[in-house]
């Protein structure tokens, strides 16, 4: 009984499972691992998020702080034992306090194989200008 | 044969329970903790099961689908591929599940959707249990 199984990428044939819409604080959450990079222009979050689809994401900044919120689907699943866990899954938040020179309203995101890259741009440095005199 | 306070004990093997619950201690020891995200190379997985089937998820977030192989060798089921780490290069993870019955490779399915990987292994007939009769003496 020796082989090797093909795999594919598209979705999981429907379940009774459903996607929840609401942001519903009852919900358990953890906290995703990330990786912070900088770049000269921009600051990059490497957020850990899988099985979090790109409607089901939020990404909100409010007085300087950034909050990524991530749902997913349950992993719960009728008619079977479960013989074996190491993870549970739960919905996502982290919040990161984000520094001063971040253009908060020019912060994008892209999500690749359950991980979200967010891009927080610099801002560009206030140059020294010089300023004219008038007199009279 | 001789007898124990307890029963019967084979002469053969008279430490053979205390041997598997040592190796049944050492191969669980280093599993992952539960609900960790680690970047250390080792995925977290789940396995359930019913009369019908077998199915193993793990979180695979930032592994490329091609890169994951699944392969099943009688009731043992390995999961290997790479993660593509965006500073450091690449880390690679392999995981092997023994499951109480054998599955068939041939029926079986593995779906990796946004960083989460599902594999469905089809239980054939010989692996499902039986009742047995219990006719009145």
Not at chain 2, 107 to 123: K, T
Request: glycine content about 6%.
């Amino acid at each position: 009984m020796f082989g090797k199984i093909a795999l594919t990428s598209a979705e999981p044939k429907a379940t009774a499972q459903q996607v929840p819409t609401t942001n519903d604080l009852d919900r358990p959450r953890r906290t995703p691992a990330v990786s912070l990079r900088e770049t000269d222009d921009a600051i990059l979050i490497d957020a850990d998020l899988p099985g979090v689809k790109a409607e089901q994401l939020q990404i909100s900044v409010n007085l300087g702080v950034l909050t990524v919120h991530g749902m997913v689907a349950e992993h719960g699943r009728a008619g079977f034992t479960q013989l074996h866990r190491e993870y549970d899954a739960a919905d996502f938040q982290r919040t990161f306090t984000l520094p001063d020179n971040v253009d908060a309203a020019a912060i994008s995101a892209n999500t690749r194989n359950g991980v979200v890259t967010i891009t927080l741009p610099k801002v560009k440095a206030a140059q020294p200008r010089r300023v004219a005199v008038t007199t009279g | 044969m001789f007898f124990s306070p307890v029963g019967f004990t084979s002469t053969r093997k008279p430490f053979r329970d205390l041997e598997r619950l040592v190796e049944d201690l050492a191969t669980s020891f280093h599993r992952a903790i539960p609900n960790a995200t680690t970047r250390s190379g080792d995925v977290p997985l789940n396995v359930w099961s019913n009369d019908q089937s077998a199915v193993i998820t793990a979180e695979v977030p930032g592994v490329e689908p091609a890169s994951i192989a699944v392969t099943v060798l009688g009731d043992a089921v390995t999961i290997s591929g790479k993660r593509t780490v965006v500073a450091d290069g690449a880390a690679s993870f392999t995981r092997t599940v023994h499951l109480p019955f054998r599955v068939d490779a041939e029926r079986s399915e593995a779906r990796c959707v946004d960083g989460v990987l599902n594999v469905a292994l089809h239980r054939p007939e010989t692996e499902r249990p039986r009742t047995i009769a219990v006719k009145a003496c």
